[in-house]
Antibody, heavy 119, light 110 residues
Framework: EVQLVESGGALVHPGGSLRLSCAAS????????INWVRQAPGKGLEWISY????????YFADSVKGRFTISRDNARNSVYLQMNSLRDEDTAIYYC????????????WGQGTLVTVSS | QSVLTQPPSVSAAPGQTVTISCSGS????????VSWYQHLPGSAPKLLIY???KRPSGIPDRFSGSTSGTSATLGITGLQTGDEADYYC???????????FGTGTKVTVL
């Protein structure tokens, strides 16, 4: 069974940092790209980052570019989202999702982890 | 970041049909595959349609997708109370090298 489990969400002060993890199981992790998507309270889904299977291709949304970095460890079946210089507007549920081999769609999603940025 | 435009809400009675539109651009829907997602509060989003009109295993054929030019449409036939959720379209946008989601549409079953 394909599973993605996010962890690392917490309450953090503005300007602080946080590292989210996404642990995958039930599939050959090393051949799939991963997306991070977030949903702020009362808002819609927002894509924030993509990492290809070999980490060769990495993309970010403008809203987090220069503040967030993404990495993966295929030996540990995990993807990491390092979030720095956090702002109030980064408060959201953060989901990781497996990118399917065709068309950039996100076929399997984790349950999400909550990040709250507040003083 | 560009977004895809959807109507805020649609509604219909059980058993009826609803359609949700998704308007994009030449660099998003006009050039790349469209996906559709269902999101129920408190749950993970679920992929309903990928590559414009394909359904993943387990998704009933009551859900259908189509794309023409820079717009896409999700259709739901035989509406059920369990279909009440938020629905999002999504596509890669080549002009910004990023994935874009639609603004979201809330489906209400009357």
């Amino acid at each position: 069974e394909v599973q993605l489990v996010e962890s690392g969400g917490a309450l953090v002060h503005p300007g602080g940092s946080l590292r989210l993890s996404c642990a995958a199981s039930g599939f050959t992790f090393s051949i799939y790209s991963i997306n991070w998507v977030r949903q702020a309270p009362g808002k819609g889904l927002e894509w924030i980052s993509y990492i290809s299977s070999t980490s060769r291709f990495i993309y970010f949304a403008d809203s987090v570019k220069g503040r967030f970095t993404i990495s993966r460890d295929n030996a540990r079946n995990s993807v990491y989202l390092q979030m720095n210089s956090l702002r109030d507007e980064d408060t959201a549920i953060y989901y990781c999702a497996r990118v399917e081999t065709s068309g950039w769609s996100s076929g399997y999603w984790g349950q999400g982890t909550l990040v709250t940025v507040s003083s | 970041q560009s977004v895809l435009t959807q109507p805020p809400s649609v509604s219909a009675a059980p058993g009826q049909t609803v359609t949700i539109s998704c308007s994009g651009s030449s660099s998003s829907i006009g050039s790349n595959y469209v996906s559709w997602y269902q999101h129920l509060p408190g749950s993970a989003p679920k992929l309903l349609i990928y590559d414009h009109n394909k359904r993943p295993s387990g998704i009933p054929d009551r859900f259908s997708g189509s794309t023409s030019g820079t717009s896409a449409t999700l259709g739901i036939t035989g509406l059920q109370t369990g279909d009440e959720a938020d629905y999002y379209c999504g596509a890669w946008d080549s002009s910004v090298s990023g994935y874009v989601f639609g603004t979201g549409t809330k489906v209400t079953v009357l």
